[in-house]
């Protein structure tokens, strides 16, 4: 007499990821933000200087992320320079990284809506997005710049 032995199948549903992570995206980008508005905050003294509220601001998302940094810090090695050279240094480099910061913060802010539309398209991988104009919104001058939710 055989005995019929009943393996149970073990079958894995595995959830396919499809999509991006909006909300790291949008950590990512709020962390960007706050920092480049600290580091050209920190460029307009001589003398080190930080603001209590924007630092506020970023340690949320280092603290979310564990991430301290987005930009890289500027390090001088202050023994190969003579107190003069050092001074001339300093004051350019702050000179640059503030024009630089202040570039990026403007290149942030003009690029701030079209980062708001692609994290709302994001949202919904499946489907195509898509922009509904009214005649109403023609007329009155109003386009409404968020993707409608299909």
């Known amino acids: 007499m ?5 393996k149970k199948k073990v079958v894995r549903v595995i959830k396919k990821q499809t ?7 949008h ?3 709020e962390h960007l933000k706050w920092e480049l508005q600290i580091i050209h ?5 001589d003398k080190f200087k930080e603001n209590p509220e924007l630092v506020e601001q970023l340690a949320k998302y280092v603290k979310k992320r564990h991430t301290k ?9 202050k023994d190969k ?17 503030l024009e630089q910061m202040q570039a990026a913060i403007n290149a942030f802010e003009i690029l701030e809506p ?13 489907k195509l997005p898509a922009r509904i ?3 109403d919104e023609v007329i009155n001058g109003f386009i409404d710049e968020h993707a409608s939710e299909l």
């Open 114 to 126: 079209i980062f708001s539309q692609a994290l709302t398209c994001a949202k919904y991988p499946d």
């Open 81 to 97: 320079f003579d107190s003069e050279s050092l001074a001339e240094l300093k004051a350019r480099l702050r000179k640059d990284k």
């Open 27 to 29: 950590d990512f980008l």
């Open 2 to 6: 055989s005995r019929r032995h009943n």
């Open 69 to 77: 940094a987005l930009m890289p810090a500027t390090v001088i090695q």
């Open 41 to 45: 905050f920190e460029n307009q003294q």
């Open 19 to 25: 999509g991006y992570d909006i909300e790291m995206i």
């Open 133 to 135: 104009i009214t005649p």
